[in-house]
Each structure stands twice: as structure tokens, then as C-alpha cells.
């Protein structure tokens, strides 16, 4: 879901916004009544994941979910444990981390040079990373599949001896997959640094890479950041090809390993009440912390810079 | 094509000052591209040609490469005709697009419009409407269950029924495009949020004085004015029904009443049977129908991108 938008230019500070024509008060409480309702609606099935993850089974299961009672934490204790959330959570580390920095980090190269200079080839560039990003993962599913077991990888790199079930093959298709997003963002946000800034640094004799790493990359930080932000909660949550390309169940990431965890906790739903939360707790962080750059991550592409 | 000329007027002033690069300057900017070009082609480009390829051919996907045997349209033929989930599975995607367009994206519109009022708490309605967004599809499914569950969940027990929503190939269909549909109308408000912060005051302010109501301003004046984004959002929708699958795979990996592209792709290679040549025709499949919208994407946004 790694797609942006294009719009004009942002409306300007808008204080003389409500300055229209004047407005009943009965239609706008009525507007509010109706956004109260949708709201509470829509936050209703995680709040009920949480409220049931906090209550006991043998609770439930005598009074029924409509009942109030029976309040416990032991739910996360054992969810914890049997579905084997350390090493999940680990995995979802070791696999989201590089990613991250690696996509940001060649994109803004790529994205460097398609906004610093005027190559013949930088529109076909820019289409040829777009459009890989949309095109449909499972369609690229046999050959990368075939690919992955052909290339062998030395024992300390991966115990699978080959690229199909190491970190490392995830991380590249990974990183091949959000390339075409940071790069469009990053390369719009790069053309609103002034030339005149590169002039005076070729002056000074900065060498390209000088250019990119200490004029250009700290420009960008705002546009990093909200992207870090983005792409961490998109890696995290990648359920795709870490299902397919990892078998090895002590390696999967902890969104891929929701797959197992049904089984595990069979019909005991307050148990997995527990364990959805806490797979939801990352992102959940990260949104309400993060919101802004969430945000303006989502809709970069939309402002230009 | 136009688009070339217009690309060549704006580099006019820079080229000029461009200076011939030093040789170590062009070995770093080459590469700048080439690692990450390497990475793209090589992961993503490369492996949807062989998808194609693979699709005229037959193979078990166990033998070494020369074990492959050309064999035309056979593939194509075999499931158009004599592979049973494919057409329901058809049936689903083009569902689950109309269900998107005609559910969620017209209500995330509509929660777009009403929010961009700037009312009293808007921040906190939309904060509430765009969480799911970030819930990763599986996860979705998950919580989902504990509503649709057939003996403990809630809405059994609201509606006094003995419901398997999941399990129901009557039902789960609609159960599962509902639970997208809750994280999918919080993206699309996102986007037209956006969109609408960026349409100029001053139209609505012409289009007030005129005396035109607020929904006549909003079809007649704001919506063609955000046609980029409508268009892009469209996209948007059909690459995500197109490329639906974690939910469904989390549920019972597309079998019975969940059958979807996507999914009959992935079976038939981590499957029990893996038939490559088979599993390739549909991939091929859905890249032919992607590449079009792709195509559209592009057009919409290196057009907005050059002026």
C-alpha cells in the first residue's frame, strides 16, 4: 500500500478559513453526533481486543463476553510465552531495521542525482522505480522463489545455506520493493534545495558525494524522518514474503508468525485478544508518537517538499 | 511525446550551467544509480520478465532448468477451462474492487469532506479513523476474529445467529471485505485530506458568493479540480484488490469461498503441487491487468511531477 499522491500546492494558513457564509448551529452538533458515533465504531474491534485481552478465560467462558469481570494480565504472560513473542519480536528487529536505513539510504542517492542533475534517463529512472513498486508481489513470487535458492550463502551469513529463508533475502526484496516510493518523494523533496547551493559548494571544490551527504541529506531530514517512520510500520507489518520465503518458524517475523499463533491458542480468544495486542503495540507507539511524520509521510508526495 | 519537449524546455537554464562532472565525481554518481538500478531491476523487473516466461512453459519446479519443456498457451488454456478456483477466484478480485470503490473509498471521501471543515476535534475523529492504517492487514484479521467468531464472538452474540463468518464460503467473503474496509476508508480519507488541503480557498469563497450550496460546490467545482486524485485514488483501489492477500491467507490461505489471484499464485507454489508453469499464467495475469493501471499511475503522477 506504498502509494502517493499528487495534489497543488498546500493551502496557506487558513484562520480566514471559517470566514464563509454563516452557519446554522442544529446541522453542525448533528455533524458531530454522527462523527462521535463513527468514530467510536471504528476504534470499537481493537478496543474490544483490548479490553478482552485483560479478562480471564474461565470468566468469559461462564458469564459470557457481555459480562464485566474477571480482570487479569495473565494473559499477556502466557501469550508471551507460548507464541514465542521474544523471538518474533527479534526477528521483526533484525529484519526492519536494515531495511529501513538501506532503502533510505540508496534512495536518496538515486533520488540525489534524479534532482541534482538533468540526465536524458532520469524520467525512464524514475517510471522504472515507480511502477515497481505497485506491481503485484506474488507475481514475481516463482522466479524470486527459484532465484533465492540458487544464490548459496556461507554458513555464518544464513543457517539455510542459501538466500531462500535468511534475514538477508528478506531484507533485499524488502528494500528492491520501497525503493520506487522514497526515491519519488525523496527526489521531489531534493528539488526544493536552491541551486544556488550547489553552485557555491562546486566552488568551494565539494566533491558530488560532499554535496549529497552534507548539503542535501541534511536538508532532507524532515522528509527522512516522516519517511523512517512510514517504512518502519510497512516492514514491520510485511506479511508477504516473509510467509513464503522464510520456513524456518524460529526466524519468522512477528507479523508473518500470527500464522502459527491460531493454532497455537486455538479457541482461547482472550489469549489471543493478548497476542493481537501486542503485535499491535509497535505500530500503535509509533502512530501516536509519530503521528505527524505518519502523516506527512502518507501525503509527501502530495506537497512537493 | 510532449511530455519530452516539456521536460527539455524546463532543463534549459540548468544545463547550461551544468559543468562536465571530474572523473571521480562520475564514478560516485554512476554508482549513486547503478547499485540501487541493480537492486530494482534485478528483484523486481527481472523476475516478472521470467514470470512471463515461465508461463508458456512446463515444469515442476524440482528438476534443473533444462527439464523445462515450451508449451505455448496450454497453461492459459488449463485454467480458463479446467481449473475450477480460478473463475470464482476472478469473481472475488473484481467483488472485492467493486465492494472497495462502492464501501469504503466513497465513505473515506465522504469522512475527508466532512473533517476538512476544520470543525472542533476534528483531529481527534480522524486520529480515530486513520488508526487501522497502520495494522497490518493480517493483524486486521485477527482482531476481526474476535468479532466473528462462531461460538465466543461478539457479533453472534448480538445478532442471536450460529454464524462462521470465516469459515460460512456463503458469508466470509463479505466478512473478510469488511475488515479490509475498515483499515482501507482511513487510507483513502488520508488521501483525499490531503487533496482537499490543497484545493485554493478562494474557489469555495467564488463559488459561496455565487450562491452555490456547500455539496453543489463540492461536485461541481472541487471535485474536477482534484482530478489527479481521483484518478490516483482509483489506482489505488484496484492495485490493492489486485493485490489482495494477507488477509485471506491468514484466514484459510484462499480455500473454500475465499478464493482470490493472489492466493491461487502463492498455492501453487508453496503448495503441496507445485506446478511453476500453471502458478506463472496467473502471475502473468495479474501483471497484464496491473501494468495498466500502472501505466495510468505514472502518467498522472510525472505529469503533476513536471510542472
Same mark, same amino acid.
Given at each position: 500500500?506504498s502509494?502517493?499522491?499528487?495534489?497543488p500546492p498546500a493551502?496557506?494558513?487558513?484562520p480566514?478559513?471559517?470566514?464563509?457564509?454563516? =452557519?446554522? =448551529?442544529?446541522?453542525?452538533?448533528?455533524?458531530?453526533?454522527?462523527l462521535?458515533?463513527?468514530?467510536?465504531?471504528?476504534?470499537f474491534p481493537?478496543?474490544?481486543?483490548?479490553?478482552?485481552?485483560f =479478562?480471564?478465560y474461565a470468566y468469559?467462558?461462564?458469564?459470557g463476553y457481555?459480562?464485566?469481570?474477571?480482570?487479569?494480565?495473565?494473559?499477556y504472560?502466557e501469550?508471551w510465552e507460548?507464541?514465542n513473542?521474544?523471538?518474533g519480536f527479534?526477528?521483526?528487529l533484525?529484519?526492519t531495521v536494515?531495511?529501513?536505513?538501506?532503502?533510505?539510504?540508496?534512495?536518496?542517492?538515486t533520488?540525489?542525482?534524479?534532482?541534482?542533475?538533468?540526465?536524458?534517463?532520469?524520467?525512464?529512472?524514475l517510471g522504472?522505480?515507480?511502477?515497481?513498486?505497485?506491481l503485484?508481489?506474488?507475481?514475481?513470487l516463482i522466479p524470486?522463489?527459484?532465484?533465492?535458492r540458487?544464490i548459496?550463502l556461507?554458513?555464518?551469513?544464513?543457517d539455510s545455506?542459501?538466500l531462500?529463508?535468511?534475514?538477508?533475502?528478506?531484507?533485499?526484496?524488502?528494500?528492491?520493493?520501497?525503493?520506487?516510493?522514497?526515491?519519488?518523494?525523496l527526489s521531489?523533496?531534493?528539488?526544493?534545495?536552491?541551486?544556488?547551493?550547489?553552485?557555491?559548494?562546486e566552488?568551494?571544490?565539494?566533491?558530488v558525494? =560532499?554535496?549529497?551527504?552534507?548539503l542535501?541529506?541534511?536538508?532532507?531530514?524532515?522528509?527522512?524522518?516522516?519517511l523512517?517512520?512510514?517504512?518502519?510500520?510497512? !516492514?514491520?507489518?510485511?506479511?508477504?514474503?516473509?510467509? !513464503?520465503?522464510?520456513?524456518?518458524?524460529?526466524?519468522?517475523?512477528?507479523?508473518?508468525?500470527?500464522n502459527n499463533l491460531?493454532?497455537?491458542f486455538?479457541?482461547?480468544?482472550?489469549?489471543?485478544?493478548?497476542?493481537?495486542v501486542?503485535v499491535?503495540?509497535?505500530?500503535l507507539v509509533?502512530?501516536?508518537a509519530l503521528?505527524k511524520?505518519f502523516?506527512?509521510?502518507?501525503?509527501l508526495g502530495?506537497t512537493k517538499? | 511525446?510532449?511530455?519530452?519537449?516539456r521536460?527539455a524546455r524546463?532543463a534549459?537554464?540548468r544545463?547550461?550551467?551544468?559543468?562536465k562532472?571530474?572523473?571521480?565525481d562520475?564514478?560516485v554518481?554512476?554508482?549513486?544509480v547503478?547499485i540501487?538500478?541493480?537492486?530494482v531491476?534485478?528483484?523486481v523487473?527481472?523476475?516478472?520478465?521470467?514470470?512471463?516466461?515461465?508461463s508458456?512453459?512446463?515444469?515442476?519446479?524440482i528438476?534443473?532448468?533444462d527439464?523445462?519443456k515450451?508449451?505455448?498457451?496450454d497453461? &492459459?488454456v488449463?485454467?480458463?477451462?479446467?481449473?475450477?478456483?480460478f473463475?470464482p477466484?476472478?469473481?472475488?478480485?473484481?467483488?472485492?474492487?467493486?465492494?472497495?470503490?462502492?464501501g469504503?473509498?466513497?465513505?473515506?471521501?465522504?469522512?475527508?469532506?466532512?473533517l476538512d471543515k476544520?470543525?472542533k476535534g476534528s483531529r481527534?475523529?480522524?486520529?480515530?479513523? &486513520?488508526?487501522?492504517?497502520?495494522?497490518?492487514?493480517a493483524?486486521?484479521?485477527?482482531?476481526?476474529?474476535?468479532?466473528?467468531?462462531?461460538?465466543q464472538?461478539?457479533?453472534?452474540?448480538?445478532?442471536?445467529?450460529?454464524?462462521d463468518? &470465516?469459515?460460512?464460503?456463503?458469508?466470509?467473503?463479505?466478512?473478510?471485505?469488511?475488515?479490509?474496509g475498515w483499515?482501507?476508508t482511513?487510507?483513502?480519507?488520508?488521501?483525499?485530506?490531503?487533496?482537499?488541503?490543497?484545493?485554493?480557498?478562494?474557489?469555495?469563497?467564488?463559488?459561496a458568493?455565487d450562491?452555490?450550496?456547500?455539496?453543489?460546490?463540492?461536485f461541481?467545482i472541487?471535485?474536477p479540480v482534484?482530478?489527479p486524485?481521483?484518478l490516483?485514488v482509483?489506482?489505488?483501489v484496484?492495485?490493492?484488490?489486485?493485490?489482495?492477500?494477507?488477509l485471506v491467507?491468514i484466514?484459510?490461505q484462499?480455500?473454500?469461498?475465499?478464493?482470490?489471484?493472489?492466493?491461487?499464485v502463492?498455492a501453487?507454489?508453496?503448495?503441496?503441487?507445485?506446478?511453476?508453469?500453471?502458478?506463472?499464467?496467473?502471475?502473468?495475469?495479474?501483471l497484464?491487468?496491473?501494468?495498466?493501471f500502472?501505466?495510468? &499511475?505514472?502518467?498522472?503522477?510525472?505529469?503533476?511531477?513536471?510542472?
Amino acid at each position: 500500500m506504498s502509494m502517493t499522491t499528487v495534489a497543488p500546492p498546500a493551502r496557506q494558513a487558513t484562520p480566514g478559513n471559517a470566514a464563509g457564509p454563516p =452557519r446554522r =448551529r442544529g446541522p453542525r452538533a448533528l455533524l458531530h453526533a454522527f462523527l462521535i458515533v463513527v468514530s467510536l465504531s471504528w476504534v470499537f474491534p481493537l478496543a474490544w481486543a483490548v479490553i478482552n485481552s485483560f =479478562r480471564d478465560y474461565a470468566y468469559t467462558t461462564e458469564h459470557g463476553y457481555a459480562s464485566f469481570g474477571g480482570f487479569t494480565f495473565a494473559n499477556y504472560a502466557e501469550a508471551w510465552e507460548r507464541g514465542n513473542f521474544a523471538q518474533g519480536f527479534l526477528n521483526s528487529l533484525i529484519i526492519t531495521v536494515p531495511a529501513v536505513v538501506l532503502v533510505l539510504l540508496l534512495s536518496s542517492c538515486t533520488a540525489f542525482v534524479l534532482a541534482r542533475f538533468n540526465y536524458a534517463f532520469n524520467l525512464t529512472l524514475l517510471g522504472v522505480f515507480l511502477a515497481a513498486n505497485l506491481l503485484p508481489p506474488q507475481a514475481l513470487l516463482i522466479p524470486i522463489f527459484r532465484l533465492y535458492r540458487q544464490i548459496p550463502l556461507p554458513e555464518w551469513m544464513s543457517d539455510s545455506g542459501s538466500l531462500l529463508g535468511s534475514y538477508w533475502g528478506l531484507i533485499l526484496i524488502n528494500v528492491a520493493f520501497q525503493m520506487g516510493f522514497c526515491t519519488f518523494v525523496l527526489s521531489n523533496y531534493m528539488k526544493t534545495v536552491p541551486r544556488e547551493i550547489y553552485e557555491s559548494a562546486e566552488i568551494d571544490g565539494a566533491s558530488v558525494w =560532499r554535496q549529497y551527504w552534507q548539503l542535501t541529506l541534511p536538508l532532507c531530514r524532515p522528509a527522512l524522518a516522516a519517511l523512517a517512520v512510514l517504512q518502519t510500520t510497512w !516492514v514491520y507489518n510485511e506479511f508477504f514474503w516473509a510467509t !513464503v520465503l522464510i520456513q524456518d518458524f524460529q526466524k519468522l517475523p512477528i507479523t508473518s508468525s500470527l500464522n502459527n499463533l491460531r493454532g497455537q491458542f486455538f479457541v482461547d480468544y482472550n489469549l489471543l485478544s493478548a497476542g493481537s495486542v501486542l503485535v499491535a503495540l509497535p505500530v500503535l507507539v509509533v502512530f501516536f508518537a509519530l503521528q505527524k511524520q505518519f502523516v506527512s509521510g502518507l501525503t509527501l508526495g502530495s506537497t512537493k517538499g | 511525446m510532449t511530455s519530452d519537449t516539456r521536460a527539455a524546455r524546463r532543463a534549459l537554464p540548468r544545463t547550461r550551467r551544468q559543468r562536465k562532472l571530474a572523473p571521480r565525481d562520475r564514478v560516485v554518481v554512476t554508482l549513486m544509480v547503478v547499485i540501487p538500478a541493480l537492486l530494482v531491476i534485478g528483484l523486481v523487473w527481472l523476475p516478472a520478465i521470467g514470470s512471463v516466461l515461465l508461463s508458456f512453459t512446463s515444469w515442476n519446479g524440482i528438476g534443473s532448468l533444462d527439464r523445462i519443456k515450451v508449451v505455448g498457451v496450454d497453461n &492459459y488454456v488449463d485454467i480458463a477451462t479446467i481449473y475450477p478456483p480460478f473463475w470464482p477466484a476472478v469473481q472475488h478480485n473484481v467483488l472485492w474492487l467493486a465492494f472497495l470503490i462502492v464501501g469504503p473509498t466513497l465513505l473515506g471521501v465522504l469522512f475527508a469532506v466532512l473533517l476538512d471543515k476544520e470543525l472542533k476535534g476534528s483531529r481527534i475523529y480522524q486520529t480515530a479513523l &486513520y488508526m487501522p492504517v497502520v495494522l497490518s492487514l493480517a493483524l486486521v484479521g485477527f482482531i476481526w476474529q474476535l468479532l466473528y467468531s462462531r461460538d465466543q464472538g461478539l457479533l453472534n452474540a448480538v445478532l442471536g445467529t450460529q454464524i462462521d463468518w &470465516y469459515g460460512d464460503p456463503d458469508v466470509n467473503l463479505w466478512a473478510v471485505l469488511f475488515a479490509t474496509g475498515w483499515r482501507h476508508t482511513g487510507y483513502i480519507m488520508l488521501l483525499y485530506l490531503a487533496g482537499l488541503k490543497g484545493v485554493d480557498p478562494s474557489l469555495r469563497e467564488a463559488a459561496a458568493i455565487d450562491g452555490s450550496g456547500e455539496v453543489s460546490t463540492f461536485f461541481r467545482i472541487i471535485l474536477p479540480v482534484m482530478r489527479p486524485i481521483n484518478l490516483i485514488v482509483i489506482v489505488v483501489v484496484v492495485i490493492e484488490s489486485l493485490r489482495a492477500f494477507d488477509l485471506v491467507w491468514i484466514v484459510n490461505q484462499g480455500r473454500n469461498g475465499l478464493e482470490i489471484i493472489a492466493a491461487l499464485v502463492t498455492a501453487n507454489v508453496v503448495g503441496e503441487a507445485s506446478r511453476i508453469g500453471f502458478g506463472s499464467a496467473m502471475a502473468t495475469i495479474m501483471l497484464l491487468i496491473s501494468s495498466v493501471f500502472i501505466t495510468i &499511475y505514472l502518467r498522472v503522477v510525472m505529469r503533476e511531477d513536471r510542472t
